[in-house]
């Protein structure tokens, strides 16, 4: 595709249900990360994948958070018995390869009832 | 010591005037930087890259970076009321590939 794209734009949800949130990178980019940014906050890292390796989840803030990457392309990235703290703006963005420009999708803006 | 350190601003500038926005960081190993610009209620877009010493310039936008200083700074001339959003810094991890990012600074010109 063109761009990222992340779906869906926006979720409203019930305090303790799960949700899925889909990034779609940019076609042929190996390089994929998750963010999470509270409102007024800075991006917090979740979650980096890069082709066939191990992801680095050093940034997923407890076991209720979990992504994957299926065939090298799109991610989803799953938060489990979700609480008000999660509301946020999560951001997904693709680079090529490591160490070069990335760039983000619209984000999916989480918010927990 | 944070990983990337930028003053959160917001930095107020009048129209027509140069704007420079200042980024540290702490790990000696990087070797990528980016500023991305982020309007209110959006995503982050990229406006520069900048790999090596030096400046490197990009119509309005000049970037500098000193890796003996680990400073990396972002200058805007002819600052338009439009450019108007808040600034990030962002690196790759020497030792790792993570990308991480400062928490911004807010830029406002003044008309």
């Known amino acids: 595709g063109a761009g990222v794209s992340q779906s869906p734009s926006n979720k409203v949800t019930e305090k303790g249900k799960d949700v899925e949130l889909r990034c779609d990178p940019i076609?042929?980019?190996?390089?994929l990360y998750w963010y999470r940014q509270s409102l007024g906050q800075g991006l917090e890292f979740l979650i980096y994948f890069q082709g066939n390796s191990a992801p680095d989840k050093s940034g997923l803030p407890s076991d209720r958070f979990s992504a994957e990457r299926t065939g090298g392309s799109v991610s989803t990235l799953t938060i489990q018995r979700t609480q008000q703290e999660d509301s946020a703006v999560y951001l997904c963005a693709s680079s090529l390869v490591e160490q070069v420009e990335a760039f983000f999708g619209q984000g999916t803006r989480l918010t927990v009832v | 010591q944070k990983e990337v350190e930028q003053n959160s601003g917001p930095l107020s500038v009048p129209e027509g005037a140069i704007a420079s926005l200042n980024c540290t960081y702490s790990d000696r190993g990087s070797q990528s930087f980016f500023w991305y610009r982020q309007y209110s209620g959006k995503s982050p877009e990229l406006i520069m890259s900048?790999?090596?010493?030096g400046d490197k310039e990009d119509g309005r936008f000049t970037a500098q970076l000193n890796k003996a200083s680990q400073y990396v700074s972002l200058l805007i001339r002819d600052s338009q009321p439009s450019d108007s959003a808040t600034y990030l810094c962002a690196l790759y991890g020497g030792a790792t590939n993570k990308l991480i990012f400062g928490t911004g600074t807010l830029l406002a010109v003044q008309p």
């Open positions: 900048i790999y090596s010493n």
């Open positions: 076609s042929g980019h190996t390089a």
